[in-house]
């Protein structure tokens, strides 16, 4: 069965560093969106990405945030300058069009230290 | 905003016994997806009910969507210890919350 992979699942960070999320969408899939979790509570949507440019963002994805689509198959997440309260799950999902299933990876675990 | 809610924030039953749980949401929506996540975990896709449609049923779950009164409902009937999890519903960017947090006591 098809499913939307992220890597990696954990990553480490010191504040103040960049990292860059990784997600491999369905492989038909033309809707991406990225989302995070906070310690187990609420999802919390950050930006959904279709036809090679942002549709939607939520007002945490600030200019600390960057999406791209680099190839044909990945779609990442940059955050620049790391702090502390980025901390988080971040979740990819995909979807086939813009009325049907969202599926969702397993998530990166962000620590930033 | 465009965050919804669910409710109840916890729920805790008996094996067997049906679990209800509602989403409400403040805007138009073409469709509603709930989820289920176990701790630490992603999200699983379980259903969808699209705005024109008032009820879906797969398996045990039975999904109802009120658009007049922008909310929804989940019910899991006969419940069983895997069923253990939160249960978010959702819509791309809008509704998200944090959750139910279903227990199914054995």
């Known amino acids: 069965e098809p499913e939307v992979t992220q890597t990696p699942s954990h990553q480490v960070t010191q504040m103040g560093q960049e990292v860059i999320l990784r997600c491999v969408p369905i492989s038909n899939h033309l809707y991406f969106y990225w989302y995070r979790q906070i310690l187990g509570q609420k999802v919390e949507f950050l930006v959904s990405?279709?036809?090679?440019?942002?549709?939607?963002k939520s007002e945490i994805f600030d200019d600390q945030f960057s999406v791209e689509r680099p190839d044909g198959s990945n779609f990442t997440l940059k955050i620049r300058s790391t702090k502390l309260e980025d901390s988080a799950m971040y979740f990819c999902a995909s979807s086939a069009t813009g009325n049907t299933e969202a599926f969702f990876g397993q998530g990166t675990r962000l620590t930033v230290v | 905003s465009q965050q919804g809610e669910e409710d109840p924030q916890a729920l805790s039953i008996q094996e067997g016994e049906n679990a209800t749980m509602n989403c409400s949401y403040k805007t138009s929506i073409n469709n509603l997806q709930w989820y289920r996540q176990n701790s630490g975990r992603g999200l699983v896709h379980l259903i969808l009910?699209?705005?024109n449609e008032r009820e879906k049923h797969s398996g045990r779950l039975r999904v109802t969507l009120d658009t007049s009164k922008k909310s929804s409902s989940l019910l899991i009937t006969a419940s069983r210890a895997a069923d253990t999890a939160s249960y978010f519903c959702g819509n791309y960017q809008l509704i998200w919350g944090a959750g139910t947090k279903l227990i199914i006591k054995p």
């Open positions: 009910i699209r705005s």
């Open positions: 990405f279709y036809n090679n440019e942002i549709s939607e």
